[in-house]
């Protein structure tokens, strides 16, 4: 079993800054890829980003390309997302994930966390 606790969620003005946190613990693998999602109100849970156990491979939605990065600390098991230029339609629930593979789709991820609310005011 692994369990994933996120953080550093929280209300932000447009164009702010926040930074997320997922901590890995229990059966973890360094192999493992860590993803981020996020589902707003009455919409279906969507792939943000992607990063492989490595870190040698990593994707982004379009929707946050050149705004949000990806990044992974092993020696912590930690994962990072780093959100700025921040806009309304940002606002969400964020979830970590963990999956075999760098992948995208939200069927290829086997463990979750429990989310952390963006809320990005305009």
């Known amino acids: 079993q692994v369990q994933l606790v996120e953080s550093g969620g929280g209300l932000v003005q447009a164009g702010g800054s926040l930074r997320l946190s997922c901590a890995a613990s229990?059966?973890?693998?360094?192999?493992?890829?860590m993803g981020w999602f996020r589902q707003a109100p009455g919409k279906d849970r969507e792939f943000v980003a992607v990063?492989?156990?490595?870190?040698?491979?990593?994707y982004y939605a379009d929707s946050v390309k050149g705004r949000f990065t990806i990044s992974r600390d092993n020696a912590k098991n930690t994962v990072l997302l780093q959100m700025n230029s921040l806009k309304p339609e940002d606002t969400a629930v964020y979830y970590c994930?963990?999956?075999?593979?760098?992948?995208?789709?939200?069927?290829?991820?086997?463990?979750w966390g429990q989310g952390t609310q963006v809320t990005v005011s305009s």
């Open positions: 994930a963990l999956g075999l593979a760098p992948r995208v789709q939200v069927s290829d991820f086997r463990s």
């Open positions: 229990g059966r973890t693998d360094r192999r493992y890829a």
């Open positions: 990063i492989s156990g490595s870190g040698g491979t990593i």
